[in-house]
């Protein structure tokens, strides 16, 4: 199982960019997906998740300007950011909760992560 991640780069405050996941590899189910974020210095944090049915989760810092999205056919989980800030400055790395045949069980895995960078 792969998980491939890109859309990450150098954004002025402000503005906006799209990151994009896909899961490739022996997937039998994918139960959820999302992003966390780990600045430097800083804890990996949780910014967003979405099951494979569509309900979503935010971080309170990143509700009102971050949208997940999940395309089940592509596998794909999608992170829509607008009106980036400084502190958004990150890398980002997406998970995927998923099982690799039928009767296992769903376990975590995680892309390689993406630098996002808000900077004038």
């Known amino acids: 199982v792969q998980l491939q991640a890109s859309g990450g780069g150098l954004v002025q405050p402000g503005g906006s960019l799209r990151l994009s996941c896909a899961v490739s590899?022996?997937?039998?189910?994918?139960?959820?997906m999302g992003w966390y974020r780990q600045a430097p210095g800083k804890q990996r944090e949780l910014v967003a998740t979405?099951?494979?049915?569509?309900?979503?989760f935010y971080a309170d810092s990143v509700t009102g300007r971050f949208t997940i999205s999940i395309d089940n056919a592509k596998k794909t989980v999608y992170l829509q950011m607008a009106s980036l800030k400084p502190e958004d400055t990150a890398v980002y790395y997406c998970?995927?909760?998923?099982?690799?045949?039928?009767?296992?069980?769903?376990?975590?895995?995680w892309g390689q992560g993406t630098q996002v960078t808000v900077s004038s």
């Open positions: 590899g022996s997937i039998f189910s994918i139960n959820a």
């Open positions: 998970n995927a909760d998923l099982a690799t045949g039928w009767g296992t069980s769903y376990s975590d895995y």
């Open positions: 979405i099951t494979s049915g569509g309900a979503a």
